[in-house]
């Protein structure tokens, strides 16, 4: 079994800061890209930032220059820094990993269960 755990979601006032995290556990033999996507109410799900093992990134335009995402290779565990937020920022944000298990012979897409992040004064 493995699990993706996402904590550091909340409520924020606009120009406001928040950090992310989610920690995969459980056997896990390898994780290759990590990331976040989000989900507003009644939109479909988007990319929000993505890391390779190596530490290569990609975001979304919407965010550039905003958030930062990172990664902790001995932690399992990767980390969205989001600044100056915006009210369109709001959205349920979930992590996901590429991950190899200890029980299969190649990687497969693994989500957490979602946290709030919600900007409004």
């Known amino acids: 079994q493995v699990q993706l755990v996402e904590s550091g979601g909340g409520l924020v006032q606009p120009g406001g800061s928040l950090r992310l995290s989610c920690a995969a556990s459980g056997s896990i033999f390898s994780i290759y890209a990590m990331g976040w996507y989000r989900q507003a109410p009644g939109k479909q799900r988007e990319l929000v930032a993505g890391?390779?093992?190596?530490?290569?990134?990609n975001y979304a335009d919407s965010v550039k220059g905003r958030f930062t995402i990172s990664r902790d290779n001995a932690k399992n565990t990767v980390y969205l820094q989001m600044n100056s937020l915006k009210p369109e920022d709001t959205a349920v944000y979930y992590c996901y990993a590429d991950i190899t298990s200890t029980n299969d012979y190649g990687p497969s897409p693994y989500w957490g269960q979602g946290t709030q992040v919600t900007v409004s004064s």
């Open positions: 890391i390779t093992r190596g530490g290569s990134t």
